[in-house]
């Protein structure tokens, strides 16, 4: 007679089903995590954009600079929280970076100069890139690695779920009241969301609790540390080994080109569509479409990880937003902007599984922090070229148009960097992997 299987150990009070792996634990604080930083995204910062500029007069720079601050700000922090977060864990960093963020958006609704905004966006962009968002891909890195691709693709509905439920919200509340209310509503949502399951759920690493990743249970002599039957999971490779790949800088370019084009293109759609003839109500629908097809689409995209490699799926989805970049640059209808949403969402669904664990699934979970770290200012310097630039034709020409076709021709450098960065072989036999 077969023992029964043990226990899982009592990681959290806050977590009641103490039979089923903590993993699935730290997953429903990513995924409430991810939910409540799309505030700090372009698809929310779109639908704030045209009221905003209304209201206060502001130019389409002036509401860029803030986005290209936080982007840079977010990139440069990276590199020193992802350290931070191989060591000690994502729970204090989730924390304090949800408190940071809920304060800059109680400011935000008092804001009356453009650097207002530019310093208390930028800080709230940057917190949520380099401390919540990244908190929680460090976290789920570690607790997982065969059901990676589920994982990511269930965290990716609970951010692209934020988008699609927040759009039209939002847009009622300032109808009714104004765009002030309406970040002071999202200051709320960022407690209630991001600081108080990230207290509750997060933990370190499963080898902390005598797991290893997957829910698998780790030897007793190996509790506590690093784990040997961990390591025999998946490659880890140091940073020094990843720079001295060629793959590793190709995938900062395909990374970086994707998110210089995908920031400025959230930031700017909405008030595109605007100008192309279209309402604010059609435009917060065309969101509203694209964040809904992402979050329809994006489990789907993890299952298939788990079948495919990363690089396969970042080259699905930069072909596919080169198309969509075409067809918004020429939208002047409401079903052609919603064609646009439609291929656009699925495209972002995809990209949404790709980024999440693009440096782990190469590289491995036991140095990720610190390699995306690395990587995150490399990208953030290109950064701000896409929002600036969108803003710069949209004061300079009255619209959008060219910069649009712009980032269709930068999808198309991404997509032969995905196609050069072939897969790794194992991390060479000389490397040490000390515990931190």
């Not at 935000?108 to 930028?122: A, D, K, N, Q, Y």
């Not at 300032?174 to 209310?181: L, V």
């Amino acid at each position: 007679m077969s023992s029964p299987k043990p226990t899982q150990p009592r990681i959290s009070r806050f977590w009641p089903f103490k039979n089923l792996y903590y993993g699935w634990a730290v997953l429903v604080a990513g995924a409430f995590s991810s939910f409540a930083m799309v505030p700090t995204q372009g698809p929310i910062v779109g639908v704030f954009n045209q009221p905003m500029r209304d209201d206060l007069g502001w130019s389409a720079i002036d509401i860029s600079i803030a986005f290209v601050i936080g982007s840079v700000g977010g990139g440069f922090m990276s590199s020193v929280v992802g350290r931070v977060l191989d060591k000690r864990g994502p729970r204090v960093v989730s924390v304090l970076a949800g408190l940071v963020i809920a304060t800059a958006m109680v400011a935000i609704s008092r804001m009356t100069e453009p650097w207002h905004w530019w310093v208390l966006f930028g800080v709230a962009r940057a917190t949520a890139a380099s401390g919540a968002q990244l908190a929680t891909l460090v976290g789920l890195a570690s607790w997982f690695v065969r059901k990676r691709g589920r994982v990511v693709g269930l965290l990716g509905v609970g951010q692209r779920g934020g988008q699609f439920i927040m759009p039209l919200p939002l847009v009622a509340i300032m109808a009714f009241t104004s765009w002030r209310e309406a970040w002071i509503v999202l200051a709320v949502v960022v407690i209630l969301l991001q600081v108080l399951p990230s207290a509750a759920l997060y933990r370190r690493r499963p080898e902390d609790y005598g797991l290893l990743p997957d829910g698998a249970e780790a030897p007793p002599e190996e509790r506590g540390g690093v784990s040997k039957a961990a390591d025999s999971v998946e490659d880890s490779w140091t940073l020094a080994q990843a720079k001295r790949t060629r793959t590793l800088w190709l995938l900062i370019v395909a990374q970086g080109g994707v998110i210089l084009c995908l920031n400025a293109t959230n930031l700017h759609a909405a008030a595109h569509l605007q100008d192309r003839g279209l309402s604010l109500w059609q435009a917060g629908a065309v969101t509203t479409v694209f964040a809904g097809a992402s979050m329809l689409t994006v489990l789907p995209w993890g299952f298939a990880m788990e079948r495919l490699h990363v690089r396969t799926l970042g080259l699905m989805s930069t072909a596919m937003l080169v198309v969509a970049m075409v067809l918004v640059s020429v939208a002047d209808t409401f079903p052609l902007a919603l064609l646009f949403g439609f291929i656009y969402g699925i495209a972002i669904g995809a990209w949404t599984v790709v980024s999440r664990m693009l440096f782990a699934n190469y590289f491995g979970r036991r140095n990720f922090g610190a390699i995306r770290g690395f990587a995150a200012p490399l990208m953030a310097i290109v950064n701000p070229a896409g929002p600036l630039l969108a803003a710069y034709f949209r004061d300079s020409r009255g619209e959008f148009d060219l910069a649009f076709y712009f980032f269709a021709g930068v999808f198309v450098l991404s997509f032969l960097a995905f196609l050069l960065a072939t897969p790794l072989k194992n991390p060479p036999p000389t490397a040490v992997f000390v515990a931190p």
